[in-house]
């Protein structure tokens, strides 16, 4: 049996990363969808505690966004929490993060990782694009608003795209609505909004 063949035969650990700030429910649907076309054994939520296309006093402490994450996630079998990134110093890398997972898991799991259209259309901005893409392991969520149909060819036979609901949620919008005052009710978990309340995030009005 070939290297290959080895891998195929592995079942697929998804990785879905991003800042969650705050995790929603647009996140637990893509999550669960992906789970299911996928046939994943598991789906981590990786937080990014230094992104860096991103300043660090604009996102909520990563103490928080753990917390929220816990508590959103808490009930699936399917879903668990990883907060690997936290442990590196400086920016977090997403190759860097693969490399680490990748030689973690590689004995028991084919592990996938999820990025949104809009980041995959902008590929060539990350840091070290082509390790990335030449891992074939990036599956790719539709964004509203993102035509794939723009994707570069070349970067298109290298990635999978999946047929995950379009679900029109941020989390950026979740926090203009609270530092105005407005209802967040129906877009996150009950608990994660009381979490939001209970510790007064996001400059609420």
Request: contains cysteine; hydrophobic residues 40%.
């Amino acid at each position: 049996m070939t290297k290959a063949q080895t891998e195929k035969d592995l079942p697929a650990l998804g990785v879905l990363g991003g800042t969650f700030d705050p995790i929603h429910y647009g996140h637990l649907i893509i999550a669960q969808s992906l789970v299911e076309e996928l046939n994943l054994a598991q789906m981590i939520f990786l937080l990014s505690a230094h992104p860096p296309h991103k300043k660090a006093s604009a996102v909520a402490p990563w103490q928080d966004r753990l917390q929220m994450m816990k508590l959103a996630l808490q009930g699936n079998p399917h879903f668990q929490t990883s907060d690997v990134e936290l442990k590196q110093h400086g920016p977090s890398y997403t190759v860097e993060t693969m490399k680490l997972l990748q030689s973690r898991y590689a004995q028991r799991y084919r592990v996938l990782f999820v990025v949104g259209a809009d980041s995959i259309l902008e590929i060539f901005t990350w840091h070290q694009p082509e390790r990335l893409l030449d891992s074939r392991s990036l599956v790719v969520v539709p964004r509203p608003g993102c035509d794939l149909r723009k994707l570069d060819p070349q970067v298109a036979e290298k990635v999978t795209v999946a047929h995950a609901p379009l679900i029109e949620i941020s989390s950026s919008d979740i926090r203009q609505r609270i530092s105005q005052g407005r209802s967040i009710q129906y877009l996150m978990p009950e608990e994660v909004t009381r979490y939001i309340r209970g510790h007064n995030l996001y400059g609420q009005a």
